[in-house]
Structure formats: structure tokens, C-alpha cells
């Protein structure tokens, strides 16, 4: 077996980062690859030497296999670790570095290719005895199979992308007439996302938990599993939450879970960390969902509860060695808990957000740890996943890492971009979540009309703050003319305060050496402004002082108020519009990404809600529809076309 000198990682923002951390910390060398769109991105900075693959579709950059292989040749790299995502799960990947004398972090081209391919494995996994839940996952393809196999199963169904992952191309179908429709947005988000159409059918589970367990294998036939990880707080099938162990694991559920787990990966030979994730429900039963062939996103919560590297472990077996621990050494401390960080809406059903970041400043403390791959200034693009990185936590218990978590996630700032972490301290501070009561159907039951999922609107004090901020950035633009001196000191200045289409009026006087009198929807706030470089300011309000992060940039204000920052405008020197269109027939795009599809040409009629154009973005599809009924009097995309946030696609009249 080989001794590893350099190695290449094959990925991007945050696990580049994270492997890179441990890699160069054992000593080895690094280098990074890039796409244009990452020029400047953490994972090129902190690498010893960097390659860029190419343009910023992924097609071009990213899954480009001999781009891939060249940057490895051309900086002597002699191991790539792929991360997840991307290229992980990719056996001609894996074939293609085992062809070039490259090793391979991850486990054999055989097993990727067994186990990335749903249909296959569920065939390989019902021959193992491993429990699986009942379904279709044979090779006929055609509308009229799936139907008649749907009859079969019975409703609700899952329809699930053969090649898939992290929800694309998959859709939960409640009823018959409904399949045909899902069958094609399901193939076409697979197509896409996959290079593979191939789907199957699974009998939905109604609100089960999503358990998986971290398996790890090396060259020498030792296999172990490292306890498990409950994975339920999801939406739209992507994970939001994890921790280990699960709220609810008894002793004997975790040895027969970790012994199916095992007979999966013994029976494709595994080497390498790899997760068999299951379905459990409330009886107790567990179903095989599906193996990850890599190291999962929630891997830091199992580092967290066995002390162990798991990246130290990955390259330990691709150097050929044993593994250093048995199952019976395996040691679970403590309680861990991790959330992942969207560039998301959830306001929006959770629309993925581009833009620059103007803020970043991690809340790091005692048991906590900040996965990320962000810098500020850094841009949010639309050609990758949203996520942004994981906040993660450790405690003696699990209510101390859940306390621990909330407190980070409420003080990590992030400006720039709207995010998920309202949402995220809401869901921590559920008191179903508190008491470990939940399972994959939490977030549509309980925070279906959740403050968190509202538009966050400023409240009186925030807009204070706002009134506080302009006032003060006026004052060092035009010191004489402000900041007590104005001849009509004593006659408040009326403040317009702007976010997106809403606004609001506030009211500011301000005496020489006097807290600032501010009035706020019949609210008066005594404020003294303490201290202010730019980054960070100290407030006095009503007579309680706080630390508030904010950057400020020609009238735009980004303030963080924890758990989440807010874009506002000074509108005061703006005129009045004078009135809005009640209704609209323009479709404008509700962000940056691809044209995948379109439906209608221009003349035809369309009515509202018909479906008219795909938009691809952040590895999602989203489907835009019409707001009104009429004809549609102008096209201006086509299948293929990048388009930016706010373009008009069509208009309809």
C-alpha cells in the first residue's frame, strides 16, 4: 500500500476546508481545486497549492473527471479525496484514479457502484437480510410499469432517483392521478442532477425517524460500525438537524441496527467510512434506506461522541492500515448535535439565496465547533448547494449540547445573505425538539405558521436602531450640519425605513451630549450610542446595554439581531411611488440560476398556476407558474440561458 505524501480534494467550501485541516495537521500536503466562480473561496487560501478546473457550471469544473486528474498529475498529488457531493459517489471516478496510480480515498469503483445505485442495492441488500421496505426497484422504466407497481404498493408512495441523493429527484405521491406528473419532474430532476433517469418506488413511511449508522472499514476485513446518528429534523428530504446517539436508542436497537448495518457492508466488501441509513418507526421497526459509499455532512457528530478523526481514519485505511480500534473499544461519551447552515428563505419555502457576504464572525466557545468555508466578501453563487457550513455542539448531555447549539446559532453573525437561522434557533428551542419527540415530519406539523417561517419583519427597537445607524452615518458625513447644531435642533428628523416592498416611518431627535429620543409606532427608545468602528457598535437602550454586529454602505444597513440579520434602506430622501400594479403578468426569475426547461411558446394561452418554465438552481429544481390567466405576449429565455435574480422570463397579458 501506498505512503501518502500530497493529496488533492476534489470538492469545495466547507469539507475541502475540513479535510484539508486534518490533512495538513498529519502533515500532508494539500492542494485545491477551484472553479471560476471560487476563485477567491476559503478551500483555495488555506491549500498549500490550488488549480482552477475550469468554468463555474459543475459540468465544466467539478465533476470534470480528466480536468480533475490533470490538476493531480500537474502537482504531484498522489491520493484525492473526494469529500461528498460531487464526484464522491462516483465509481468511473474512483476506476479513473485507480488508472492514473492515484489513490482513491473512499472505497472500491465496485461498491460505489453497487451501493450508488438505489435499485441495485435494495436488490443486493433483500439477498444480504437486511430489513427493507416493500416497494419496486426493477429495471422496466416505462409510465406503464411504475403505474401499475404503484397499484401494487398502495398510496402514499415515494418516487426516489435510482442515482440520487440529498432530495433531488425525489417526490412523496399521495395520490394515483398525481403519479404520471411526479414521474417526469422526478426523472427530469434526476436527469439533471445525475446523468440517470432510472427511479424507484417505495412505500411511504408516515413520520418515521431517519437513523443512520457510520460504518468503517479497511483493507485487512476488520469492519466496525461507530453508534449512530438520528437525521429527522428535515425539509424537503434534506437534513437540517443531526445528533448522536438518537433521543431514543436503547442498547439492544443500536446492536441490531449496527449488525445490519454491517451485513450491508460486508456484502460489498466495504472499505472506508460509509453510512447505512435506515427508516425506524414508532414500533420499533427498522427498514434499509439507502448506503452512502463517503463521509457524511453530519460526520462531526460521531467525531464528537467517539473523540475519533474520521478524515485521520480515511487516510490511515488508504495507506493500508488496520484500523486502530475494535467494535467492543468503540466508546460513545457525551451527546452531540449539529445544524446545517442554508443559504435559503424559509419565509419562501426555503428558495435558495445568492449574494456577497458582508459579515461573517463564527460564535466559537468551550464544546462548540464551526464547520465552514466562508470568508467575508466572498460571493454566494447559484451554481452549488446552498449550504453554507454546520454549526455543531458537545455536552455531557444532550440538553447541554442543544443549549450550547442554540446560543451558537443565535450569536454566529452572518450579513449579506438571507439564511436559515431563525428557523434553525427555532426548531432547537421547540419543546417537542426539547424532549427528543419527533420524527421526519416535525417541520410541516409543528412550524407550519411558526414565527420562523414568516418574513422577519423589524420591530419597533430594531427600527430604532436603524433610525440610530443612519443618523449617525449622516452625522459623520456632515458633521456641522448635524449633531446638535441644526438651527431647529429641537424638531425630530423624520426617518422613511425601508425593507424590500414594505417601509415605515420613525422619528429622531437628537440633543447635544443626550441620548438620542427615538419614536417608533407610539413607542419612545432612549438611545445612547456607546461605541462604533464600523463592525460592531455598543448601545444603551432604555437604559440596557448590547452588542450589535452591523455594516453600513451608501443608505443600506446590515443589522444582526440575533438569530438573524436584516437589509434595511434609508428611503427618507426617496420619493413616494406613486401607486403599484395590483396584479402582474411579468415572471421574473426568483434567482440567479439555468433555464432547464420551458413549456409554452409565445401566442399560446396559459391560465394561472400552469406550469411555464423550470429554473435550476443550487442543485434544485424550481418550477415557476403563472400568476394570472391570458396569452403569453413575450418569451425572452431558452432552454440553456443563465439568468439573474429579478430578470423578467415572460410576460403574460
Not at 505524501?5 to 484539508?20: D, H, S, T, V
Not at 498549500?48 to 500537474?74: C, F, K, M, T
Not at 444480504?128 to 404503484?150: H, M, N, W
Request: include cysteine; aromatic fraction near 6%; charged fraction near 20%.
Amino acid at each position: 500500500m501506498p505512503t501518502l505524501k500530497k493529496i488533492l480534494i476534489a470538492n469545495r467550501g466547507e469539507i475541502a476546508c475540513r479535510i484539508q485541516r486534518t490533512a495538513q495537521a498529519l502533515g500532508y500536503r494539500t492542494v485545491a481545486v477551484f472553479s471560476d466562480a471560487d476563485a477567491e473561496s476559503l478551500h483555495v487560501q488555506i491549500a498549500d497549492e490550488a488549480v482552477n478546473i475550469g468554468p463555474a457550471a459543475v459540468q465544466h469544473s467539478y465533476l470534470n473527471i480528466p480536468a480533475i486528474l490533470d490538476a493531480a498529475r500537474r502537482t504531484g498529488a498522489d491520493a484525492i479525496h473526494p469529500g461528498y457531493g460531487f464526484l464522491s459517489e462516483n465509481a468511473e471516478f474512483a476506476l479513473a484514479c485507480q488508472c492514473a496510480d492515484i489513490t482513491f480515498i473512499g472505497p472500491s469503483p465496485e461498491a460505489i457502484e453497487l451501493m450508488g445505485s438505489k435499485r441495485l442495492s435494495k436488490l443486493a441488500m433483500l439477498e444480504a437480510g437486511v430489513p427493507c421496505i416493500k416497494g419496486y426497484q426493477g429495471a422496466e422504466q416505462d409510465d406503464a410499469t411504475l403505474s401499475r407497481e404503484a397499484e401494487r404498493i398502495g398510496y402514499p408512495l415515494m418516487i426516489k432517483a435510482s442515482a440520487g441523493g440529498g432530495g433531488r429527484g425525489m417526490r412523496l405521491v399521495q395520490h394515483a392521478e398525481d403519479l404520471l406528473e411526479q414521474l417526469r419532474t422526478a426523472r427530469s430532476e434526476a436527469l439533471h442532477g445525475f446523468g440517470n433517469d432510472e427511479l424507484i418506488l417505495e412505500q411511504a413511511l408516515i413520520d418515521p425517524r431517519h437513523v443512520e449508522v457510520q460504518l468503517f472499514g479497511d483493507h485487512h476485513g476488520h469492519l466496525i460500525y461507530l453508534g449512530e446518528r438520528d437525521c429527522s429534523i428535515q425539509r424537503r428530504h434534506q437534513k437540517v438537524i443531526e445528533e448522536a446517539p438518537c433521543p431514543i436508542m436503547t442498547a439492544d436497537l443500536r446492536q441490531a441496527m449496527g449488525e445490519a448495518a454491517l451485513k450491508a457492508g460486508r456484502a460489498v466488501n466495504y472499505v472506508g467510512a460509509g453510512t447505512v441509513e435506515f427508516l425506524l418507526d414508532a414500533r420499533g421497526q427498522f427498514y434499509f434506506l439507502e448506503m452512502n459509499t463517503r463521509l457524511q455532512v453530519e460526520h462531526p457528530v460521531t467525531e464528537l461522541i467517539t473523540g475519533l478523526d474520521l478524515v485521520a481514519w480515511q487516510l490511515r485505511v488508504a495507506e493500508g492500515l488496520p484500523l486502530p480500534l475494535s467494535q467492543e473499544q468503540v466508546q460513545l461519551t457525551g451527546h452531540a448535535m449539529e445544524v446545517r447552515l442554508y443559504a435559503e428563505d424559509p419565509a419562501r419555502n426555503f428558495l435558495p439565496q445568492t449574494g456577497r457576504i458582508a459579515a461573517w464572525q463564527p460564535a466559537l466557545q468551550e464544546g462548540v465547533r464551526i464547520d465552514h468555508g466562508l470568508s467575508e466578501g466572498q460571493a454566494v453563487s447559484p451554481f452549488y448547494d446552498s449550504m453554507l457550513g454546520k454549526i455543531i455542539a458537545h455536552g455531557a448531555t444532550r440538553e447541554e449540547a442543544r443549549r450550547k447549539l442554540l446560543r451558537a446559532v443565535q450569536d454566529s453573525v452572518l450579513l449579506g445573505v438571507q439564511s436559515n437561522q431563525r428557523l434553525l434557533a427555532g426548531l432547537l428551542d421547540h419543546p417537542q425538539f426539547i424532549e427528543g419527540q419527533f420524527s421526519t415530519g416535525f417541520i410541516p406539523a409543528w412550524f407550519s405558521d411558526h414565527p420562523c417561517l414568516q418574513p422577519h419583519v423589524p420591530d419597533a427597537k430594531e427600527l430604532a436602531i436603524a433610525a440610530a445607524f443612519f443618523y449617525q452615518a449622516a452625522t459623520l458625513a456632515h458633521p456641522v450640519a448635524l449633531a446638535g447644531w441644526r438651527n431647529n435642533a429641537s424638531v425630530p428628523l423624520n426617518y422613511r425605513i425601508g425593507l424590500e416592498e414594505q417601509e415605515w416611518p420613525v422619528q429622531l431627535q437628537a440633543m447635544r451630549g443626550e441620548p438620542y429620543q427615538i419614536e417608533v409606532s407610539a413607542q419612545v427608545f432612549e438611545l445612547n450610542v456607546l461605541a462604533c468602528d464600523g463592525r460592531w457598535a455598543t448601545l444603551e437602550i432604555n437604559g440596557i446595554r448590547q452588542h450589535y454586529a452591523y455594516r453600513m454602505e451608501a443608505g443600506q444597513l446590515w443589522l444582526w439581531t440575533r438569530p438573524g440579520g436584516l437589509h434595511l434602506l434609508d428611503r427618507t430622501q426617496t420619493l413616494i411611488a406613486g401607486g403599484t400594479r395590483v396584479t402582474s403578468g411579468t415572471l421574473k426569475a426568483p434567482m440567479d440560476g439555468a433555464i432547464v426547461d420551458v413549456l409554452v411558446a409565445e401566442g399560446s394561452p396559459v391560465s394561472k398556476g400552469q406550469l411555464l418554465v423550470v429554473l435550476e438552481a443550487m442543485k434544485m429544481e424550481h418550477p415557476l407558474k403563472s400568476g394570472i390567466d391570458g396569452v403569453l405576449k413575450r418569451l425572452q429565455v431558452q432552454v440553456g440561458d443563465q439568468v439573474k435574480n429579478r430578470q423578467i422570463l415572460l410576460e403574460v397579458e
